[in-house]
């Protein structure tokens, strides 16, 4: 039967990366063939066993000590049979570790930055895989703002496709930041396939971009440091934003923003020539480059200067005039270069996997005047994603549960059918269908 089938090939699993694409799809259809089907019946194993199971650690559990004592007294006097509320649920797990160094061990580095390392861990209260990301602390300075802006901002963002924060560990030398374990990221996936991804994977990865980037700007956060690494993709095929260590809320009163906030090659024009009254526009030309990185398997712009970076830029997009890009006719560091006057190619010719919906949603991403530049909740009603369906609309922000509606619950849920329907024959299709009553 179907079932039988699906079940031995399940007991057969390998680890198998999730970077299965472009031509390696060819020495490896079977694997990712397998890939597939596990997917689908890791989904059906984890709706049906653990459809209440919470997805996600709670910020900060520790309660003040008289509300504990009156806890306690409430348990004293209840009945033995009743089982524990919430409230003391939360309280013993707070007991036994949570905001506690020693809650969690050390798997191994996973990289360094100037400020922090990161380490693959495990917690003792769920073994469950996290990242450990160790901000080293200055006594003459204390925590650096980066790590102040990332814990500040991520402890209100709840989404399915932005990181999750689960704990946070202070000591008298380091912060400790507690991540979900993701098993790759974007530029390690482009690595593993030998930059030639599917059309398709690039269309749902940036679906899932474009979904967490909207949840921030909704809450006026611009992100401000779009790169490959920082979008960090499991094994289901998730792809989430990471490393808000530059992002700052928008509506913080300040009067100026420091222009040195984006990795060079994503950085949009308006920042290279020294705005600093940028807002969400600024994420989104990285959102344009980052999808050309995706269907090309090269950066867009892969400037070792500020001069150089513009160079690329205007040699491809044209270099602006006041029709393009109103006002740059007065700035002063634009006409200090010096620029030959470049005309506007085709992308089509640059970008020629892209069909005419992703060459239009590319053209809109990478607009000089930020005012005409695409939003993000645009970019994700632009035709390129039709062939997703409308029900991907739909999904909550949030994956709190696994309860679904029909045929999409979760971004992982609905993604895997996506795959799931793109690989496999239609009688095949029809007979899992059928099995899981969709």
């Not at 300075?141 to 209100?156: F, Q």
Request: aromatic letters at 10%; glycine letters at 6%; proline letters at 5%.
């Amino acid at each position: 039967s179907l079932k039988g089938m699906l079940r031995n090939i399940n007991q057969g699993k390998r680890s198998i990366e999730v970077a299965i694409d472009g031509f390696s799809f060819i020495y490896k259809a079977f694997l990712t063939d397998l890939f597939m089907i596990n997917s689908v019946i890791g989904w059906i194993i984890k709706s049906s066993c653990h459809s209440n199971k919470r997805m996600s650690l709670p910020m900060d559990i520790r309660l003040p000590p008289e509300f504990l004592k009156k806890l306690q007294l409430e348990s004293e006097n209840a009945p033995l049979c009743k089982p524990p509320s919430r409230m003391s649920r939360r309280a013993s797990l707070s007991d036994i570790g949570f905001g506690k160094l020693e809650t969690y061990v050390k798997l191994g580095k996973l990289g360094e930055g100037t400020y922090a390392t990161v380490f693959k861990g495990r917690s003792k209260l769920t073994e469950n895989l996290v990242a450990l990301k160790e901000i080293r602390l200055e006594h003459e300075e204390g925590a650096p703002c980066t790590a102040i802006r990332e814990v500040s901002l991520l402890k209100n963002l709840k989404h399915a496709n932005i990181v999750t924060l689960h704990d946070i560990i202070h000591t008298d030398r380091c912060l400790t930041l507690v991540f979900e374990y993701l098993d790759s990221d974007l530029k390690q996936y482009l690595d593993n396939c030998g930059n030639l991804m599917s059309m398709h994977n690039v269309k749902i990865f940036m679906f899932q971009l474009l979904r967490g980037l909207s949840y921030c700007h909704k809450r006026k956060i611009l992100h401000r440091d779009l790169k490959p690494q920082n979008l960090l993709i499991n094994d289901k095929g998730e792809l989430k934003l990471a490393d808000f260590g530059l992002a700052r809320a928008k509506s913080v009163p300040t009067k100026t923003y420091s222009n040195e906030v984006v990795t060079l090659w994503y950085r949009p024009p308006d920042v290279l020539l020294g705005s600093t009254e940028y807002s969400t526009p600024i994420d989104m030309w990285g959102v344009g480059c980052i999808l050309y990185e995706m269907a090309t398997g090269r950066p867009m712009f892969p400037g070792a200067t500020v001069k150089e970076e513009l160079h690329l830029i205007f040699r491809l997009l044209g270099t602006p005039t006041e029709d393009t890009w109103p006002g740059i006719s007065s700035n002063e560091e634009f006409r200090s270069y010096l620029f030959p006057q470049y005309r506007p190619q085709a992308l089509i010719n640059h970008v020629p996997r892209l069909d005419t919906e992703g060459i239009d949603l590319l053209s809109a991403l990478l607009l000089y005047d930020t005012r005409s530049r695409i939003s993000s909740e645009a970019a994700l009603r632009h035709p390129y994603f039709l062939s997703l369906g409308d029900n991907i609309h739909n999904l909550a922000d949030s994956k709190t549960d696994t309860q679904t509606s029909q045929f999409s619950t979760s971004m992982y849920v609905y993604l895997h059918y996506l795959f799931f329907f793109y690989y496999f024959p239609p009688y095949f299709i029809k007979d899992v269908c059928l099995s899981l009553n969709v």
